[in-house]
Every structure is written in structure tokens, then in C-alpha cells.
T-cell receptor, first 112, second 111 residues
Framework: EAQVTQNPRYLITVTGKKLTVTCSQN?????MSWYRQDPGLGLRQIYY???????DKGDVPEGYKVSRKEKRNFPLILESPSPNQTSLYFC???????????FGPGTRLTVL | DQQVKQNSPSLSVQEGRISILNCDYT??????FLWYKKYPAEGPTFLIS?????DKNEDGRFTVFLNKSAKHLSLHIVPSQPGDSAVYFC??????????FGAGTRLTVKP
């Protein structure tokens, strides 16, 4: 089954404790992206990647890091989480030709 | 700076009637527009798209209209069904997969 998976689905952590949210897709997509969803603001792009070892900042990259060492994986790293990073996070992937992105199920992160 | 705006946070319609969801954008470089549907506890799923070279695209009960001069697009659902109740996101991109989303409109279809 073609899908984007994210782990964990739910995470409660404390300020400053480094964490990683994993994202993996099995569709051989070149493009992968991370978004955060906040009430009234919709989906805002954090980082995206057009291919292995190629990453770019989106609208709200501050406080986040990403890496793309393999085509299928695109982890999101919060080196020192803060309460304003409490949000619902989505990973997505697509081909480079067609813009229709496939989304993962989301990760709800709470930073205390 | 929100380049894609959905000014109606919510919309309620009766089953069988038409639902019209609206979206405005500011960036004239956008050339591809999409609508996604999102149910609670799930990721958004692609619904329908339109290229800037067209002004209408239809897929079953769903039709998207694009008015480039007004920088406006709309999604029509006819007839609306209770299963259409979800949050709908409008999105736009400028040929580089860099996607911008609106804030979403929560559609409720009443039986």
C-alpha cells in the first residue's frame, strides 16, 4: 500500500529535550516536505526536499532541522524544543512532476 | 504573510444542496492550485486540482473554478453529502513544488 508514515503519532516532551520525528514514504517520491498545522493558520511549510541531500527552508524553519540521506526518509529534528513548537505536524511527499502531495497521518507534539 | 486565504472558517449546508468554498491568493506566480480534504485524526488527502491554463476542472461531484484576474478560486460540491463534512484546504504552488496552504474551511453537511 502506498503510504507516508510518521512516528511517533503523539509525543509529550519538555523544553530543551532534543527529539526527532521520523517520516518515511514507499512511493519513490523525490519531493518531501514537513508542515505544521495551527488553529487559524492552516498548514505552514517548515522544510522541503527536492531530492537526496537537497533541502530548503519553507515559511517557518526556525527551531527545526531536517536531513535527507535516503530518498524514502525525511526526519524532522527539534534540537531544543520550546512550547511554541507545540503543534500538529504533517509529512508529505510527491513526485516532482505532479504537485499532488500524499500526507502522513500527523504527529501531535506537546512541549511543556 | 499569508499568500493563500480562505476567509470563511466554516460553512454549513443541507444535504443535497451545493457547497461553495472560496479561496483567494496574492502571488501572481502561482500556476497550480489544489484542494485537499481533511478528516479528524488523519492527514489531508488530495481532492482536485487545476492548472492556471484552465478556468474549470470537474471530477464527479467536485468542480474547481479559477479566476486568474481576480486571483480567486472556488470549489463546488454538488450535491453535498454528509460524508463531505471535513476541513477543506486550498493550496497553491509556483512550479517548484513549494506549496502554500490556506487556513482551511470546515464544511458541515446536515442530513
Amino acid at each position: 500500500e502506498a503510504q507516508v508514515t510518521q512516528n511517533p503519532r503523539y509525543l509529550i516532551t519538555v523544553t530543551g529535550k532534543k527529539l526527532t520525528v521520523t517520516c518515511s514514504q514507499n512511493m519513490n517520491h523525490e519531493y518531501m516536505s514537513w508542515y505544521r498545522q495551527d488553529p487559524g493558520l492552516g498548514l505552514r511549510q517548515i522544510y522541503y526536499s527536492m531530492n537526496v541531500e537537497v533541502t530548503d527552508k519553507g515559511d517557518v524553519p526556525e527551531g527545526y532541522k531536517v536531513s535527507r540521506k535516503e530518498k524514502r526518509n525525511f526526519p524532522l529534528i527539534l534540537e531544543s524544543p520550546s512550547p511554541n513548537q507545540t503543534s500538529l505536524y504533517f509529512c508529505a511527499s510527491s513526485t516532482l512532476i505532479y504537485n499532488e502531495q500524499f500526507f502522513g497521518p500527523g504527529t501531535r507534539l506537546t512541549v511543556l | 504573510d499569508q499568500q493563500v486565504k480562505q476567509n470563511s472558517p466554516s460553512l454549513s449546508v443541507q444535504e443535497g444542496r451545493i457547497s461553495i468554498l472560496n479561496c483567494d491568493y496574492t502571488n501572481s506566480m502561482f500556476d497550480y492550485f489544489l484542494w485537499y480534504k481533511k478528516y479528524p485524526a488523519e492527514g489531508p488527502t488530495f481532492l482536485i486540482s487545476i492548472s492556471s491554463i484552465k478556468d474549470k476542472n470537474e471530477d464527479g461531484r467536485f468542480t474547481v473554478f479559477l479566476n486568474k484576474s481576480a486571483k480567486h478560486l472556488s470549489l463546488h460540491i454538488v450535491p453535498s453529502q454528509p460524508g463531505d463534512s471535513a476541513v477543506y484546504f486550498c493550496a497553491a504552488s509556483a512550479s517548484n513544488n513549494d506549496m502554500r496552504f490556506g487556513a482551511g474551511t470546515r464544511l458541515t453537511v446536515k442530513p
